[in-house]
């Protein structure tokens, strides 16, 4: 393994992997790594001749400052993890000068893509990530890039930005990875209390409650339930939750994988299959999670 924070000794490096006909992959992160991280990296590493593994978090992809300020940032830990990852693995931590040292005027739009879920919520948040996208691809010119599901619309938008910059690379999604109790690995699952950790499982649980039911409700009848059970948990289960916690389920909504936009009934999405995806705000931590419908 090999640390780099600077773009100048990264790219070296990669020019002479590149002269031996090296093939590099990208798995670009915002550190705080774990396991669903991990599963990224080693299947980068096993694709390609040279793992590159970005830690940064980046911020102009956040919109709430205080949601900046709390985003947990462990660099040590994070090349610890890395190292023991098999294969030729090379982390970059640059500093936010040194990956953008001219002020960032570039926007991207994405059209329908960004208007529904994650997009009113985080105004500006998906042109942030695709600069830092953008700009982690001519850095590192990878063949192929590796990104997680559980950020199912961010997959879709960076899936979109390669079509719209027509950049030979390949994206690949890679299924969420979860604890044992069902709660969807994220970095932000280490600022739960643990009262608050001990409860987050029913988000996942409710979701595939969810799944069972679309086969028979109306899928607007399964939205206001989604809705409304992780609403009213804490009135049912008030022994679980001390101190005024609960969920605040921000949106769940039901909709065309490919183009996300909500539908009225699984069929009519037809090949492209539905998910559900869900963001929740819990003990002052915003969590999102997805369910794919007609999948066990
Ligand atoms: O998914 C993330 O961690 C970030 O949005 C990404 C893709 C690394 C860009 O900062």
């Known amino acids: 393994m090999q640390n780099f924070t600077t773009v100048n000794e990264l790219q070296a490096a990669l020019a002479t992997a590149r002269k031996e006909g090296k093939s590099i992959g990208l798995v670009p992160t915002m550190g705080a790594l774990h396991?669903?991280?991990?599963?990224?990296?080693?299947?980068?590493?096993?694709?390609?001749?040279?793992?590159?593994?970005?830690?940064?978090?980046?911020?102009?992809?956040?919109?709430?400052?205080?949601?900046?300020?709390?985003?947990?940032?462990?660099?040590?830990?994070?090349?610890?993890?890395?190292?023991?990852?098999?294969g030729t693995v090379y982390t970059f931590a640059p500093t936010v000068e040194e990956m953008y040292p001219e002020p960032v005027t570039t926007t991207y739009h994405f059209g329908a893509l960004e208007e529904v879920m994650e997009g009113p919520q985080r105004p500006g948040h998906f042109s942030g990530v695709a600069v830092v996208v953008r700009r982690l691809f001519d850095i590192v010119q990878p063949r192929k890039a590796y990104f997680g599901e559980k950020d199912f619309q961010q997959l879709a938008i960076i899936r979109d930005l390669v079509r719209q910059i027509n950049y030979d690379i390949e994206i690949v999604g890679c299924p969420i990875v979860r604890a044992d109790d069902g709660l969807a690995l994220s970095s932000r699952n280490m600022r739960l209390s643990p009262a608050a950790r001990k409860i987050a499982p029913t988000i996942h649980e409710t979701l595939e409650q969810a799944r069972e039911m679309a086969e028979y409700e109306e899928l607007d009848e399964v939205k206001e339930w989604v809705m409304s059970t992780l609403a009213s948990f804490?009135?049912?289960n008030a022994d679980?939750?001390?101190?005024?916690?609960?969920?605040?389920?921000?949106?769940?909504?039901?909709?065309?994988?490919?183009?996300?936009?909500?539908?009225?009934?699984?069929s009519e999405a037809g090949q492209d299959g539905c998910v559900g995806c869900i963001a929740v705000w819990l003990d002052g931590v915003r969590l999102i999670d997805l369910v794919k419908f007609g999948e066990e």
Request: proline share 6%.
């Open 35 to 86: 396991e669903g991280h991990l599963s990224l990296i080693r299947r980068c590493a096993s694709e390609n001749d040279i793992a590159v593994v970005s830690l940064f978090v980046n911020p102009i992809q956040f919109n709430n400052k205080e949601d900046l300020a709390k985003y947990p940032r462990t660099l040590d830990a994070d090349i610890q993890l890395v190292s023991t990852v098999e």
């Open 234 to 236: 804490h009135e049912v």
């Open 240 to 266: 679980l939750c001390p101190d005024g916690l609960c969920f605040e389920p921000e949106y769940f909504e039901i909709v065309n994988a490919r183009t996300l936009q909500p539908v009225e009934s699984l």
